[in-house]
Every structure is written in structure tokens, then in C-alpha cells.
């Protein structure tokens, strides 16, 4: 299946025409997904008419989801922003497949699944997208970037988080998922792993200086992309920085020149 250009901006297909010289910072804004990790629908509409003019995608998770249901995503999509719904589904096979076209319903453009729920979530998951004309695109979650070691080990997993990133994404293609969640750390090896078809979407990014809170494999902006992330989603160091378009923007450069030829 050809992976629409919404969804991979870097890697072109054998069917797509000559390219033009792309505008790295064009290319960049196709990049960076902003998390709206706010509390209400007005404080998410707020940050969004702040950023709509910078970024095109924006991240809707449990906090926003939770407080403000669906009809929070009907005021992005009416304004064609591009949304990653990101409820990190992890329940039985039949609990998620339902959950997945419930999701796929709202005509979002990209959904989570915890890559844990183990292969017979994923192929349930996976399945329950056939026949959609438009499916969102389906990313597993593979080791959160706020767990290291002593938080696996404390779940009783022994081994890297490298590790067990690359064991769950093999998991997950032979399930036929393309897109997985990774941190900056792992996406090197998971660019390898899944070949340029791979929609590798890369959270725990942090500009250089930038507050690190609660996340522990990170990396800048310009990293992650040579690493080989398709996208970047940013979360504080955007929405809680005093001027957030001018967060977003500085990290669009950052981005564009790691971009540049
Ligand atoms: O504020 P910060 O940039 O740390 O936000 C990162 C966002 O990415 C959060 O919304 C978090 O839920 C999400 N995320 C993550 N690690 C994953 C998957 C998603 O941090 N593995």
C-alpha cells in the first residue's frame, strides 16, 4: 500500500515525480506534531490559534481526550490540521480492534497502540483497518521514552530498552504495522529494521537547554531527524514555553537545517 504524503514526507516513492527542490522548512513543518497536553478544549483551541500559523499537526492524548471527548477534534479537522490521536490503546485482541475503528471513525490521522498488547492485539488492531478508504495510520507504541532500565526492571523486563524496542517492532511488522512510536535513541536501528516504508514517529524531544521533566531517552530536534525520524512530536518545550509560536519556530529551524542536503 503507498503511504500517503501526509504521512511520509521524507521518503519519496518510486511513483512520485521528479521531485522539486523541497523548502527544508516546509518540509520541517510536515515534521513536527505539537502535543496539545492541556487540560480542557479551550485551553487546547487557545494553544492551536497560537501555533495554526507555524505547525500543521497537533497531538491529541488521554488528558485532552479524556476531559474533552470527541468533539474537541472537530474544530482542528474543520481547519485541516492533520491529528495523531494518541490513546495508546492496550486491552484483549476484540476490545482493541473495536477501539481502533471507533478511533478510525472520527477521521483522525494517526493512532497508537501498545505494541505490549502483544502480536495478537496487533494483528486484531491492524485488521480491524481493512476496507477503510481512508485509514488513519496505525503506530505501536513500543518502550515509552519515560521508561530506562531500573523502570523496565521494575515490570520484571530484563532486558535494554534497545532491546526490547526492536523486539517489539519486529513483533509489530510481522503483524504488518509500518509505524511505530520509539524514542530518539532507538529510531537509528528501527530506520534499519523497517526500511524507508517505515513511519517512525519520535516523542522525547528536546531542544538543546530545554527542561527535560519526566522524559529519559531523549534527544534534540536535529538528532532525531538524521537518526531517521519521519516525525517529531513536542510537547512542553512548545506549549508551556512564554511565546509558543516562537518555541515552534526555533525548532522548525533546528529542523530544517538538520533537513538541508
Ligand atoms: O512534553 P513532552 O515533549 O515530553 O511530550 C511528549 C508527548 O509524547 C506526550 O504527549 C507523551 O504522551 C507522548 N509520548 C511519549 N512517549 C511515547 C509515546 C508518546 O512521550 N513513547
Not at 503511504?3 to 514526507?9: A, F, K, W, Y
Not at 479537522?77 to 478511533?103: C, E, M, Q, W, Y
Not at 485488521?127 to 521514552?145: F, I, M, R, W
Not at 535513541?185 to 530545554?210: K, N
Request: negative net charge; contains cysteine.
Amino acid at each position: 500500500m503507498p503511504i500517503p504524503e501526509r504521512l511520509n514526507p521524507t521518503f519519496v516513492t518510486a511513483r512520485s515525480p521528479a521531485p522539486r527542490r523541497p523548502d527544508p522548512m516546509e518540509e520541517a513543518r510536515k515534521r513536527l506534531i505539537v502535543a496539545l497536553d492541556v487540560p480542557d478544549a479551550a485551553s487546547a483551541v487557545a494553544l492551536v490559534n497560537q501555533l495554526e500559523n507555524t505547525c500543521r499537526w497537533f497531538k491529541v492524548g488521554l488528558e485532552l481526550f479524556v476531559a474533552a471527548g470527541p468533539a474537541v477534534l472537530d474544530p482542528l479537522l474543520k481547519r485541516g490540521h492533520s491529528i495523531f490521536l494518541d490513546l495508546k490503546f492496550h486491552d484483549i485482541p476484540n476490545t482493541v480492534a473495536a477501539a481502533v475503528r471507533s478511533a478510525a471513525a472520527l477521521g483522525v490521522h494517526m493512532i497508537t497502540v501498545h505494541a505490549a498488547g502483544g502480536p495478537a492485539m496487533l494483528a486484531a488492531a491492524r485488521a480491524a483497518l481493512d476496507g477503510l478508504s481512508d485509514p488513519p495510520e496505525l503506530l505501536a507504541v513500543t518502550v515509552l521514552t519515560s521508561m530506562d532500565s531500573a523502570q523496565m526492571s521494575a515490570i520484571g523486563l530484563e532486558r535494554s530498552p534497545a532491546e526490547q524496542v526492536e523486539l517489539l517492532a519486529r513483533m509489530g511488522l510481522a503483524a504488518g504495522i509500518r509505524g511505530f512510536v520509539c524514542s530518539p535513541q532507538e529510531v537509528a536501528s528501527l530506520r534499519a529494521l523497517t526500511g524507508p516504508e517505515g513511519v517512525l514517529v519520535v516523542p522525547g524531544i528536546r531542544p538543546a537547554g530545554a527542561e527535560i521533566g519526566d522524559q529519559k531517552r531523549i534527544a534534540t530536534p536535529a538528532e532525531a531527524l538524521r537518526q531517521g525520524a519521519s516525525f517529531l512530536v513536542v510537547g512542553r518545550p512548545i506549549t508551556q514555553a512564554s511565546d509558543p509560536a516562537e518555541a515552534a519556530e526555533a525548532i522548525l529551524k533546528e529542523m530544517a537545517e538538520a533537513l538541508e542536503p
